[in-house]
């Protein structure tokens, strides 16, 4: 007689599912036994655009006249630009077959609960 095992789950929110075989995804399923070790990452937004936008309209617009009238745009620009820039946080898988980016958020603590998830699942298989 085969012997049926009980799925464990250790995270089910947000359409992600964490159990102890599966790791689930809106578009694509994990098994947990190909899963070698999990990590978050952090990716940050390069701030060298809005940077040279920021000096160039400040530059544009000490020199007055008619390049205060374009500077002054351009430096609200690259400040908005900056300030809406957002780190993307990433868990990355490590498999057998190499790494995969898995999921992505803005929601640092979100990935850190779902990394904590599949963390749980690797240690209950042993």
């Known amino acids: 007689m085969q012997e049926s095992v009980k799925e464990v789950v250790f995270l089910n929110d947000q359409g992600v599912r964490v159990t102890n075989t599966r790791f689930i995804l809106p578009k694509q399923t994990f ?3 190909g899963i070698t070790s999990v990590q978050a990452h952090e990716e940050k937004p390069s701030k060298v655009a809005p940077m040279v936008l920021i ?3 400040t530059l544009a617009a ?3 006249g008619a390049g205060a009238a374009v500077g002054i745009p351009i430096l ?6 900056w300030v809406l820039q957002k780190t993307t ?3 990355l898988l ?4 190499g790494e995969a980016k898995a999921l992505s958020s803005h929601d640092e603590a979100w990935i ?3 990394v904590h998830a599949i963390n ?3 240690i209950h298989r042993g």
């Open 112 to 114: 850190s609960r779902v």
């Open 89 to 91: 946080y990433l868990v």
């Open 94 to 97: 490590h498999t057998a077959s």
């Open 120 to 122: 749980d699942s690797i």
């Open 62 to 64: 000490v020199n007055g």
């Open 55 to 57: 000096v160039g309209g």
């Open 76 to 81: 609200i620009a690259g400040v908005i630009w």
């Open 31 to 33: 098994a947990m036994s």
